[in-house]
Each structure stands twice: as C-alpha cells, then as structure tokens.
C-alpha cells in the first residue's frame, strides 16, 4: 500500500491515432493536486465543457472500449489502456490534456503508457492516500457471462475467455496487481480481433484506425500479424489489462478480488455501478489503517 497520495513529477506527452475514430490525436499527461483524482480536458473544446473526469459513472457507452461522456455530451473515447497505467503505477491525480475525441492506440497495449508515465517520475502528496475496500460479493450476470467483486486483502484479477477462433479458444489469467507484475506480464499484451468481424466493426463507425500495428488479428487458427503473439495468451491477459483500466474508473484503488468469464467493458462497468448501489458493498480505508477504521460513503456518492 503507498500510504500517500501521488502525483507525476513532470509534464510528459504522446502522440497517435484513435483505433476508433481513426483520428489524430496527442495527449499531454500532467501533475495535479491533491484530491484532483484522473481528470481528462478536451483542448479542442471551450470552457467547463471540456472537463470529462475519469468516472465509472460516466461511461456512455462501453461497446469495444470505455467512452467516458460528460453532461455536456464531450467524450474521450478508449481510456482503459491509459487508466491501467495509471492504475497499476499508483498515480492518484492527473490532468490529461488531449486535442481531440479519442485516447491514441499505440501499440494496442498499456506499455507505451507506462513507459510515457514512468518517464515523468512519480512523488508523494501530502494527503492519505485511501483505498475502496469490497466488503461483500457484488456479481452481474448475464447469460454466459460474468463478472464479479470479492473481499480480498490486496488487489487480484482472474479472467476466464472463451473464442471459437482456434488461435484463442479458452484462456485464463490470474494476477496480483503491482507495477512489477504489471509491467511484466500484462502491459504488453494487444488489444485483438477475429478477422470476420471487421468488416461489421467498420460498417458500426469502429476499428477506421485499427491495423496490424495496433491490434492481434486472428482467423481461425492463425495469427495474421507476421511477429505473431507476444504471449501465448495473449488475448486473456489483454482482457485482464481492461478491467484493470475499466475498474480504475472506481476512483480509488481498490482492495478486492475481480472475477470475470467472458466480460468486456460493459461488464466492467456494470459490476462497478452494481458495487456503489448499495454502500453496505464498500467501505473507504485510509492507507495504514487498521480494519476498524471505515469511512462510509452515500449510496449514489463516487469516491472521487
């Protein structure tokens, strides 16, 4: 546990396309205050209009990726790759200054971010740095899927996918969240595809930046991209790197078990909004505490 609260050191920037959109565009990470949390603002947007803060609450829509949408209706499209950076380092509160609709894709992966967060250097604040603690199972179900919160004393995530494309099949991957294990074992890891569901992606306005530059696509039993997979799963441990980046929209670090069969970011979101339904679910503990220190939270509060 960091028993402060964290900021980035210094200003750093990346520039890309959105897989989305297909659009430009660069974004500015820089330092914030105490109690700021992850905030984006849209350079290309006048005014309060531009602030879109990073808030499970404030997802409108999650098909193919996290969109987070203000009341204005501004969005920033495809977070979950940068806020699993951001998560997994243990950075509390940021700016992230981007020119346009949609975080850049990259590699299709969350280490260009972490390398880019990294590079700033990381400091401590001066505030206690509390963690969202689950205090009993919240699950959403839906047909075949899953996904599910458990009281954990740390942080760990268990996925379970199943594709009929050979090249996938079923996989699994269990981690305990830390920037080490993070950075080794799931950063890396691309976004993916089937190749029989792009052309249906593109008609949907999705993928117009997507390529074998920025994505794992497979047919069947093969893996189109000529360098093949950088994991033998992969595609799990990606899925892993979502709801890590899905969960980190939480506002606070968690203290729970995350079990997911077939989620996706809808799924993510879901099981968040499930948890802060009730506030008998969770309970706010300051870094150092002992479990009889509880802040409670109203049931229709973010812990931003």
Known sequence: ???????????????????????????????????????????????????????????????????????AGVEVRTVEHLMAALSAIGIDNALIEIDGPEVPIMDGSAAPFMALVESAGMQSQAAVRHYLRVLRPVEVVEGDKVARLLPYDGYQIDCDIVFDAEAIGRQRFVFEVSAGVFRRDVAAARTFTQAKDIEALRAHGLAQGGSLENAVVVDGGEVLNPEGVRFADECVRHKALDVLGDLALAGKPLLARFEGVKMGHAMNNKVLRALFADPANFDLVPAGAGRGSVVSLPVAASPM
């Open 1 to 71: 546990m960091k028993n402060h609260q964290t900021t980035i050191v210094r200003s750093v920037s990346c520039s890309g396309t959105g897989l989305h959109s297909g659009l430009p565009a660069t974004l500015v990470i820089k330092p914030a205050a105490i109690n700021h949390g992850i905030v984006f603002r849209r350079s290309d947007v006048e005014g309060a209009d531009a602030i879109v803060p990073a808030r499970y609450d404030l997802v409108g829509s999650a098909f193919y990726g996290s969109t987070l949408k203000n009341a």
